[in-house]
């Protein structure tokens, strides 16, 4: 009895404990977390939206953004308020949160009173019946639910970032295949002139037929080309307008002309392996996993900790033409707890624990590797494109000049010019084109030390982590 | 270009510091020293300070190399070297050229004189000089590998001959000569008559034609060129560098040409006949000389023809072959002519904003407009007259008779006052329609009419656009 009674206080208090700190819903529905995580690093208003008033408050403001030339950052922003698929995430979030209010809540007590007679007494037993099991799992179950919506919080993080990252993607595609389809115009146009003029020299009687017929068939051949680059840039348009969630009206949107122009300078990221590890979303979300994994399995006697992640002591100089750039890293641990059990009952526990923690060790190997692959990449491409601007384009610019100076010596005549042009709009178009993959990298980029990442979606998928953590929980 | 300049100054200083070096090391007795001549202007006619008195020539934009007399020998230094000539004003060619100039500078001397000529080699590949037209010991007939060791760069050989006959004459090289002679290889050299007094002229031009190709915007002659010359030069000079053939009224004046193109030039001069009295072989006697306007000068071949400059004027003398009266020119731009390019000038515009369309009507167009060009191109028709554009490049100059020239005075006397009422003039009255047979041409061509230009070819006839 007395051992019941002192478990019966302990419970109660337990409960009592419990339900003084018992979780209550957020005024923000947790989208306070998703704008810290996401919607500040990249610079944007990340709004759910729950009422009348959020909605139009959205739509006043991508009004306001569709009257102007989309520029890469309206289109995101307007993808973060109008896309309904991230707006689903948003719900999946309060629906969470609800399980998580509803987790920490403890069970409704059935109360008896059992009044037993003979023998001259009377004794009259009250019984709390609390369902002594879950109100004693009461807390773990309670910060199960718990880290749950903290997930949940962060997975609505890196489904906002995703969008983000898709917006800005699909943005630059289909301003670059505008401009594309806009040089094929002019190069149309000089074929058309050749045609024209060799059309004139047929008739003039200087001109013979396989020769008119050569400058015509190339005004042929571009006009295919014309279609399909105009047929390319409305698909990508479409693509932008679905990322954006568009429809109706709201789609007859002004794009511009061309792609911005490149930065002077590329940016320096020496740290960008210990930021991607500090700040991907996905990687703190498996971190998390791995902790709710361990307190369901309640693995709590910690014996050492383990460091799935070390980054110390980075100091290397890197000398390139720009000049000597000392890059400095400084020491990152990323520590899980390891726990020393060693009993068959919770073999399995430690088994799936395990599991976790070398997926998350694997996530975060790939993702310092993605940073590094994606600077790489960002870097290569800002060359390549910056070699255009200023070595080809250039040299382009001096071919045409010196082939029109010949034209006026008489040295060469219009169809030469003419072809001049054409390959001219051929460096150009490579030149737009090496643009268009800069500015995908700098997306790409950007995701790679957020999240939202095509990347992100590789590896372990959170539903399998998820899993692991029911059958743990089971235990 | 200030870096061929550079280079070129450069060089000519190398030229002048070998010389001195020469004398430094007391050579100076037994080696004249190396003229060097930069300028393309024409110099005066040189006349000899000692050996045999003769009546000295003018070299077209040329100049005549001193020589010393040495124990009864007439000796000289030709350097074969890179030089720098300017074609024309606006264009310089990147050469080989002997003593600063190509061409190298016109050797005199007189029937029955010993030469003693020097060449020193400071070209980058062997060479030699090759005494076209003068008889001398074979083995001072320059043919390298066939009469004589080639002289290696660095190297100084020694020609010896008697002046045997007189005339006209050239010297090149006979080793790699093709190329040689396409970067400007060459110079007159002539021998005057024993007697002073036999063909006494009062002005004796001298020149050799060279052809070049040299693509508009460069520097240096395409050697592997064979036949698509885009230069035609004069002392390796074009219209309107070449400098006027200058005559007293009344002087008896000598021009003598010699070819070393690959082409013939039927040589024609305006105004007062003329009759071609030296041959590569020597004089042509007074009986066999023919009365012409326009003498043919084969490859490899010296002329010599004289006339009486009576006729006071600016008269036109030329190579006959009219595109030789043209500088550089594309030979694939199309014909325009009959051509309405008003339609295309709006869409290429649209790509070639400065664009100009020119031939429609012809290309004399060309003659007036001073448009941008390559750098270090000529404009391929140009000059100006007293009445308009000349529209000519090439081989073209003027043979300028005044009255009261004085007898060195090779100075151009400027434009001819043509007398009054001596100028070709415009017709002010009424001008009837000249009667024809039948309705005057249409603009537009019938389908016949293109069956008749292009017979046997399915051509614009069937313009199905």
């Known amino acids: 009895m007395k051992t019941i009674a002192t478990i019966m ?38 709004i759910a939206i729950r009422s009348e008033e959020d909605a139009l408050a959205a739509r006043s403001l991508i009004d306001t953004l569709l009257a102007k030339p989309l520029t890469a950052d309206s289109a995101v922003q307007i993808a973060l308020l109008n896309n309904r698929d991230l707006q689903a995430a948003y719900n999946q979030l309060g629906i969470s949160e609800a399980q998580m209010v509803q987790a920490s809540l403890p069970p409704n007590p059935t109360f008896s009173i059992e009044r037993i007679a003979g023998a001259g007494s009377v004794e009259i037993e009250a019984r709390a019946i609390a369902g002594i099991l879950s109100l004693l799992t009461l807390p773990a179950r309670a910060q199960i639910a718990a880290d749950r919506f903290r997930q949940a919080q962060l997975q609505a993080a890196d489904t906002t970032l995703r969008v983000a990252t898709d917006a800005r ?6 301003v670059a295949a505008r401009s594309l389809a806009g040089f094929l115009v002019q190069s149309q146009s000089a074929a058309e002139a050749a045609t024209q003029l060799s059309r004139e020299l047929g008739e003039s009687g200087t001109m013979t037929k396989l020769d008119q017929a050569r400058n015509q068939v190339f005004f042929a051949e571009l006009t295919a080309q014309l279609a399909q680059a105009r047929q390319l840039a409305s698909t990508e348009r479409e693509r932008l307008i679905r990322t954006m969630g568009l429809w109706g009206p709201d789609t007859e949107f002004r794009l511009p002309a061309s792609l911005p122009r490149l930065p002077g300078r590329p940016s320096a990221q020496p740290d960008i392996e210990r930021e991607a590890v500090a700040r991907r979303l996905d990687l703190q979300i498996a971190r998390m996993e791995v902790l709710a994994l361990a307190r369901s399995a309640d693995l709590t006697n910690a014996t050492r900790l383990i460091s ?26 990323l520590q899980i707890p390891i726990f020393d059990l060693g009993t068959t ?3 399995q526990a430690e088994e799936t624990y395990m599991q976790a923690v070398n997926r998350l060790t694997a996530k975060a190997v790939n993702i310092r590797s993605e940073a590094r692959e994606a600077y790489g990449t960002y870097r290569a491409a800002y060359d390549i494109a910056r070699h255009y601007q200023r070595e080809v384009l250039p040299l382009r610019k001096i071919i045409s000049d010196e082939t029109l100076l010949r034209y006026n010596a008489m040295q060469i005549d219009v169809f030469t010019l003419l072809t001049e042009a054409r390959q001219r709009i051929a460096s150009t178009t490579s030149a737009i084109e090496a643009e268009r993959a800069f500015w995908l990298a700098a997306a790409n980029l950007g995701a790679a030390v957020l999240g939202g990442g095509a990347a992100a979606a590789e590896g ?16 | 270009m200030d870096h061929s300049r550079r280079e070129f100054m ?42 045999r008195d003769y009546q000295p020539v003018v070299t077209l934009n040329g100049w005549t190399l001193p020589f010393r007399m040495k124990d009864g020998w007439k000796e000289f230094h030709l350097v074969a070297e890179p030089v ?35 060449v020193t080699n400071k070209l980058p590949e062997h060479t030699t000089i090759h005494w076209h037209g003068v008889m001398l010991p074979n083995g001072m007939d320059g043919v390298g590998g066939l009469t004589q060791p080639h002289i290696k760069p660095g190297k100084t050989f020694v020609y010896e001959f008697e002046a045997r006959r007189s005339g006209t004459f050239m010297y090149h090289p006979h080793a790699d000569e093709m190329v040689q002679m396409a970067m400007g290889m060459m110079g007159s050299l002539v021998i005057h008559p024993a007697d002073p007094k036999f063909m006494r002229v009062d002005r004796d031009f001298v020149f050799v034609m060279a052809s070049y190709d040299i693509d508009p915007g460069s520097y240096v002659p395409k050697v592997m060129t064979m036949t698509d010359f885009n230069l035609w030069t004069w002392n390796s000079r074009v219209f309107p560098g070449i400098d006027p053939l200058v005559c007293g009224l009344g002087d008896r004046v000598r021009v003598r040409i010699g070819n070393l193109t690959m082409t013939n030039h039927p040589i024609h001069k305006h105004g007062a006949p003329f009759t071609v009295t030296c041959t590569d072989g020597g004089w042509v006697p007074e009986t066999a000389r023919i009365p012409e306007v326009t003498t043919d000068v084969p490859v490899g071949a010296m002329r010599a023809f004289e006339f009486i400059a009576d006729e006071p004027g600016d008269w036109a003398f030329h190579c006959h072959k009219s595109h030789h009266t043209m500088n550089a020119m594309g030979h694939e731009v199309k014909t325009f002519i009959g051509v309405n390019k008003d339609t295309a000038r709006k869409v290429i515009r649209r790509l070639v904003p400065d664009y100009m369309p020119m031939g429609s009507a012809g290309m004399a167009e060309m003659g007036e407009m ?10 391929m028709m140009t000059g100006f007259g007293q009445f308009g554009p000349m529209e000519m490049g090439g081989m073209f100059s003027v043979v300028k008779v005044r009255e009261g020239i004085k007898r060195d005075d090779y100075k151009d006397p400027g434009d001819y006052k043509h007398p009054a009422g001596t100028v070709a003039y415009e017709f002010k009255g009424i001008v009837t329609e000249p009667a024809r047979k039948g309705p005057p041409p249409s603009s537009t061509k019938t389908k016949m009419e293109f069956n008749v230009i292009k017979p046997g070819s399915n051509g614009p006839a069937k313009h199905q656009h």
Request: glycine fraction near 14%; charge should be negative; proline fraction near 7%.
């Open chain 1, 9 to 46: 206080r302990a419970s109660l208090l337990a409960a009592t404990l419990v339900l003084a700190g018992c979780a209550s819903f957020s005024a923000d529905s947790g989208m306070g977390a998703v704008q810290g995580l996401a919607g500040a690093p990249i610079g944007k208003e990340v």
């Open chain 1, 169 to 174: 993607r699909a943005y630059f595609r289909a």
């Open chain 1, 308 to 333: 799935v992640l070390e980054l110390a002591g980075i100091r290397k100089k890197v000398t390139s033409d720009e000049g000597t750039e000392r890059e400095r890293g400084f020491e990152l641990e």
């Open chain 1, 345 to 347: 009952r919770v073999r």
């Open chain 1, 460 to 475: 372990a998928t959170p539903g399998a982590t998820m899993a692991a953590a029911e059958a743990g929980g089971g235990h």
């Open chain 2, 10 to 51: 450069g060089g000519a200083g190398l030229v002048l510091a070998g010389a001195t070096l020469v004398a430094g090391r007391g050579m100076a007795s037994e080696i004249p020293e190396a003229v060097i001549q930069e300028s393309p202007a024409m110099q005066p006619p040189l006349y000899p300070k000692t050996g």
């Open chain 2, 84 to 118: 720098v000539r300017e074609i024309a004003p606006g264009m310089k060619a990147h050469f080989w050229g002997y003593n600063g100039q190509s061409p190298g500078p016109t050797i005199e001397c007189v029937e029955g004189d010993k030469l003693r000529i020097f």
């Open chain 2, 370 to 379: 001073e448009m941008p060009m390559p750098d270090n191109t000529l404009p």
